[in-house]
């Protein structure tokens, strides 16, 4: 198995605050890779870590070897990275088919020329977007809302509406960042169902979330990070048997 | 077939070229026609601003400054240089396209009041140029423009030509010409939204980190769309230019960047008709504003707070939803 991601010694800190510290790990292709741990653990900012929109106070980061500390969000999304949010991030002033068009924005070839004057090549390749976006809204299930305004839309369907906008970028690895908050019991189910479908595609996955249930369930490999720190790594049987978790997250 | 048309993307184009040409036949006096194709010149320039503030979601408050730019140029190659005016026209907005991309890439990064306060600069620093040079530009005093003219065809307010048999005066066949502009204008500045493209653009107003997530590289889409309004504006500057034959370099100047910008706000951001509406409003409001001439900047101002807090969306989108709200509740069906 090769190394996609690889974490050393990662530290962020916001002034006083350590957020991140001293993080060490590596997921590997094709995994569903699940970090853990309570509210202002650390999660969603190594994810942002990860993910290019912050940069780490040390330490490094690659993706398939590569170094990539300080590389933008952009440049990071043509390396095959995508993501969701925990505060969703959905342009309210678009169609829900729109957003998820946006998302294929770097598989679009059209230039400012193609794109003033219409002409055939971007009326193809347009068609071509909107057809495999309607495809993915389905795959998400939230097919009925091609037409519908985004600012329309329930909470719900807004968060499948993400990960529809992630996966049209075809991604090789995808960060999502607590996509079953909000959701009752068979949109959770649904949501499970959806992530195992994306990492059979060979998507490699890497999950934070508070439902242990569909933590558990579903992860290759699990993180528990706690005040930035890593408290245990290890397969979902492994972590449900560590005293250390027990003490600190499971059991408190 | 009607149903077709109000769900075509070009249907208001189609009714802004019915009402662009209908008006001649209403009209007879030749100030009125003058009137009419600045309001045409100022429309064409603001859908291009448009681009930037309502799609975008960025700010401009020294657009005014490209479009003084625009014009200065043509004026000057083509009186003090006898450069064939089509091709001072294009070499301008060239020019003026890669000044907005060298000043842009750097201030398009700061945000909110900064922006505002960068651009600003950027506007009030070609308007000092433009007076200083009184050597080319005749500074304070203005320069007069030579009229526009296409291989030795020329086109001017007191002229006479015929077109399919009718026999026009100048300053109609000005009026033709600028109502055409405008049309293209507004196409081109549609195409583009309904683009890729455009999409990227507006994924930068509705949430930047979204833009990113997906690979937009926004500091490049950002200066892209600063550059397009700028040569919109340079464009247009020209046009204007040779058609009054007179320019000073208020039209490069702090109030008359304030004057676009409100266009924009009041008319209805991110809607083309809405804009063009407002640049017709702001453009008529100062011939019913006779006696308060010094205060027309402090109107303008007023008036731009006044439709930020009571309008956000503009006059125009403001006014069709409550239109289609009201269309949809009282024949029930989906809205
Ligand atoms: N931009 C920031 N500036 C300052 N402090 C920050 C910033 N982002 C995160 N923090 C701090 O870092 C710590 C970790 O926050 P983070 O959001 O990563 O936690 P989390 O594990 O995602 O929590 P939750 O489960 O509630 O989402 C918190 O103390 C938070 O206040
Ligand atoms: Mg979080």
């Known amino acids: ?51 290019g929109f912050y940069t780490p106070t040390r330490g490094e980061i690659t993706l398939n070897g590569e170094s990539v500390v300080g590389m933008d969000p952009n440049r990071l999304a043509e390396r095959g990275m995508c993501r969701t949010f925990q505060q969703m991030q959905i342009c309210m002033n678009m169609t829900a088919l729109e957003n998820v068009m946006l998302g294929r924005h770097l598989k679009i070839r059209s230039n400012l020329f193609t794109s003033m004057f219409r002409l055939p090549s971007l009326l193809r390749e347009e068609k071509a977007c909107r057809e495999r976006s309607k495809e993915l809204m389905a795959f998400v299930g939230c097919g009925e809302y091609i037409n519908t305004e985004a600012s329309a839309m329930s909470y719900g369907a807004l968060k499948r509406l993400e990960i529809a906008r992630a996966l049209a970028a075809d991604p090789k690895i995808l960060l999502l960042d607590e996509p079953a908050a909000g959701l009752n019991g068979t949109e959770t189910a649904e949501l499970e169902e959806l992530i195992r479908k994306v990492a059979e595609q060979g998507v490699t996955v890497m999950l934070v979330e508070h439902d242990m249930k569909l933590v558990m369930g579903i992860s290759d490999r699990l993180l528990v990070i706690n005040y ?24 408190g | 077939m009607f149903d077709r048309f109000l769900e075509w993307r070009m249907n208001y184009v189609l009714v802004l070229a019915i009402i662009v040409f209908v008006i001649p036949l209403l009209m007879e006096n030749p100030f009125y026609f003058d009137l009419a194709t600045q309001i045409l010149i100022i429309a064409a320039t603001v859908v291009g601003l448009n681009l930037l503030v309502g799609y975008a979601g960025q700010i401009s408050l020294g657009h005014a400054g490209f479009y003084g730019m625009g014009a200065y140029f043509s004026a000057v190659a083509t009186s003090a240089y006898n450069w064939p005016p089509l091709l001072a026209l294009i070499v301008a907005a060239a020019v003026v396209g ?81 109502g055409v502009l405008l049309l293209v204008a507004v196409i081109i500045a549609q195409n583009l939204i309904d683009s890729p493209l455009g999409r990227a653009l507006r994924s930068i107003h509705g949430s930047e980190i979204a833009a990113r997530t997906v690979g937009v590289d926004t500091a490049r889409y950002k200066s892209m769309v600063f550059v397009i309004s700028a040569v919109y504006a340079s464009i247009m500057g020209s046009v204007f230019a040779h058609f009054t034959g007179f320019i000073t370099p208020a039209i490069a100047g702090f109030d008359y960047s304030i004057v676009l910008i409100t266009m924009v706000v009041l008319g209805g951001m991110a809607s083309p008709m809405g804009v063009i509406l407002g640049a017709v409003v702001l453009k008529l409001l100062p011939q019913f504003l006779a006696g308060f001439q010094e205060y027309e900047t402090a109107i303008f101002g007023f008036i731009l707070m006044a439709t930020m807090i009571f309008m956000p969306k503009g006059f125009y989108p403001t006014a069709m939803n409550a239109i289609r709200n009201k269309l949809g509740k009282s024949s029930g069906g989906k809205a």
Request: glycine share 14%.
């Open chain 1, 228 to 251: 930035g720190r890593k408290l245990a790594e290890g397969t979902p049987e492994e972590i449900r048997n560590n005293p250390d978790v027990i003490a600190a997250y499971l059991g």
């Open chain 2, 98 to 178: 890669l000044v907005a991309w060298v000043v842009g890439r750097p201030i398009l990064k700061l945000k909110g009041h900064y922006l505002s306060m960068a651009t600003l600069a950027v506007g009030f620093i070609i308007a000092i140029i433009i007076n200083n040079e009184s050597q080319l530009t005749g500074g304070p005093d203005g320069m007069v423009v030579p009229p526009f003219s296409l291989f030795g065809w020329e086109l001017s307010t007191f002229g006479l030509y015929s077109l399919l048999g009718l026999e026009i005066p100048g300053h109609v066949a000005w009026y033709l010409v600028a």
């Open chain 1, 1 to 51: 198995m090769t190394v996609m991601i690889d974490v050393k010694g990662l530290d962020k800190e916001f002034g006083g605050v350590h957020a991140i510290e001293g993080l060490e790990f590596s997921v590997e292709q094709g995994q569903i890779y699940s970090v853990i741990g309570p509210n202002g653990a650390g999660k969603t900012t190594l994810f942002n870590l990860i993910t």
